[in-house]
């Protein structure tokens, strides 16, 4: 049938990527379409393999347009410096909450690292940042990120001595709601908690459920990483 492609014909399929790549640049640069410009993008890194040019049209289609998934890959580069930009996390985090901020595809991911970069300090002047943490663990934990809802669990058992009580019952909320999502250590820091009476009274059956969903999810894990080695 006409119009298709014979991918056992290795300059036919050749022919077509480069057709592809000259579609998406145009829909980028002479249609000004944000969504055109990250599909170069995905096209120059994942068919092509080049990088450098990966990263200018990311930086283009972040910078011009704030496409929340070119901001948040733009953010990832600058972590490890790919593609020729400068390793910079301090960069990272400014893409990752330009793409937090701008909501769609890749933005709640973008809000946890928002949360990581501020909770570790490195990319706010060495000063860990536990206001901003815990508002875009929240924000991230809201759109159903269950590490970020973790990390909120952790930060409320902790607590800071720069204004962070420590609070078991926030504590206790996001542990549920890790082990809702299905994180296993969620449910193992819940179970213990419902177990010694932290942030709620004591309830042994109620313990004995999570600790038991908490292994389920464990030997998931493993079933996972079994089949992923075979």
Same mark, same amino acid.
């Given at each position: 049938?006409? +119009?298709?492609?014979?991918?056992?014909?290795?300059?036919?399929?050749?022919?077509?990527?480069?057709?592809?790549?000259? $579609?998406? !640049?145009?829909?980028?640069?002479?249609?000004?379409?944000? $969504?055109?410009?990250?599909?170069? @993008?995905?096209?120059?890194?994942?068919?092509?393999?080049?990088?450098? !040019?990966?990263?200018?049209?990311?930086?283009?289609?972040?910078?011009?347009?704030?496409?929340?998934?070119?901001?948040?890959?733009?953010? @990832?580069?600058?972590?490890?410096?790919?593609?020729?930009?400068?390793?910079?996390? *301090?960069?990272?985090?400014?893409?990752?909450?330009?793409?937090?901020?701008?909501?769609?595809?890749?933005?709640?991911?973008?809000?946890?690292?928002?949360?990581?970069?501020?909770?570790?300090?490195?990319?706010?002047?060495?000063?860990?940042?536990?206001?901003?943490? &815990?508002?875009?663990?929240?924000?991230?934990?809201?759109?159903?990120?269950?590490?970020?809802?973790?990390?909120?669990?952790?930060?409320?058992? $902790?607590?800071?001595?720069?204004?962070?009580?420590?609070?078991?019952?926030?504590?206790?909320?996001?542990?549920? &709601?890790?082990?809702?999502? +299905?994180?296993?250590?969620?449910?193992?820091?819940?179970? &213990?908690?419902?177990?010694?009476?932290?942030?709620?009274?004591?309830?042994? *059956?109620?313990?004995?459920?999570?600790?038991?969903?908490?292994?389920?999810?464990?030997?998931? $894990? *493993?079933?996972?990483?079994?089949?992923?080695?075979?």
């Amino acid at each position: 049938m006409a +119009g298709l492609i014979n991918f056992e014909d290795e300059k036919e399929v050749k022919q077509f990527l480069d057709n592809l790549g000259v $579609e998406y !640049s145009f829909q980028c640069y002479s249609e000004k379409d944000p $969504e055109g410009c990250q599909r170069l @993008a995905d096209y120059l890194e994942g068919v092509k393999k080049n990088y450098e !040019s990966t990263a200018k049209v990311l930086k283009h289609n972040c910078e011009t347009y704030g496409h929340a998934e070119s901001c948040y890959k733009l953010g @990832a580069y600058h972590v490890t410096g790919k593609g020729g930009v400068t390793s910079c996390l *301090k960069t990272a985090y400014s893409c990752f909450l330009r793409s937090c901020n701008a909501g769609g595809k890749k933005s709640i991911d973008a809000c946890h690292n928002v949360g990581l970069l501020a909770h570790d300090g490195r990319a706010m002047e060495g000063e860990p940042d536990l206001t901003a943490a &815990r508002q875009y663990y929240e924000k991230a934990c809201d759109g159903g990120f269950a590490p970020s809802c973790f990390n909120l669990s952790a930060l409320y058992i $902790e607590g800071n001595s720069k204004g962070l009580a420590p609070d078991m019952t926030q504590a206790l909320k996001y542990a549920d &709601r890790a082990c809702e999502l +299905g994180h296993v250590w969620g449910c193992a820091n819940a179970s &213990r908690m419902y177990k010694l009476g932290d942030g709620t009274a004591k309830d042994e *059956k109620k313990a004995e459920e999570l600790k038991n969903r908490a292994k389920q999810l464990h030997g998931l $894990e *493993k079933e996972k990483q079994l089949k992923f080695g075979e």
